[in-house]
């Protein structure tokens, strides 16, 4: 069983800037982070498996994603933010593989943290 802590959600105008931190409680092969805004799906931002990262076009050149291998803490800066990016986000980590892109290819979930980003 992996747990996963995020924290770093918040609210900020656009162009601004948020960091986005998910502790998990131990080491998976993939970790993810999906967010879901209201009647929408979840929907695959970024991930990193093995030092190899993946990014939704929205999102390339304005997020990064990192992995602290020694904390089992994965981060998402989020740079240049948009009011389009107002979401929940969720972490997620997978011990199987599959799409990175695709929410049914990973196994554990955090609760969440929102990210409003107004105009």
């Known amino acids: 069983q992996v747990q996963l802590v995020e924290s770093g959600g918040g609210s900020v105008q656009a162009g601004g800037s948020l960091r986005l931190s998910c502790a998990a409680s131990?080491?998976?092969?993939?970790l993810g982070w999906f967010r879901q805004a209201p009647g929408k799906e979840r929907e695959g931002v970024a991930a990193v498996n093995f030092g190899t990262t993946y990014y939704t076009d929205s999102v390339k050149g304005r997020f990064t994603i990192s992995l602290d291998n020694a904390k089992n803490t994965v981060y998402l800066q989020m740079n240049s933010l948009k009011p389009e990016d107002t979401a929940m986000y969720y972490c997620?980590?997978?011990?199987?593989?599959?799409?990175?892109?695709?929410?049914?290819?990973?196994?554990?979930w955090g609760q969440g943290t929102q990210v409003t980003v107004s105009s």
């Open positions: 131990a080491f998976t092969n993939r």
């Open positions: 997620a980590a997978s011990t199987f593989g599959g799409r990175w892109s695709n929410p049914t290819t990973y196994n554990y």
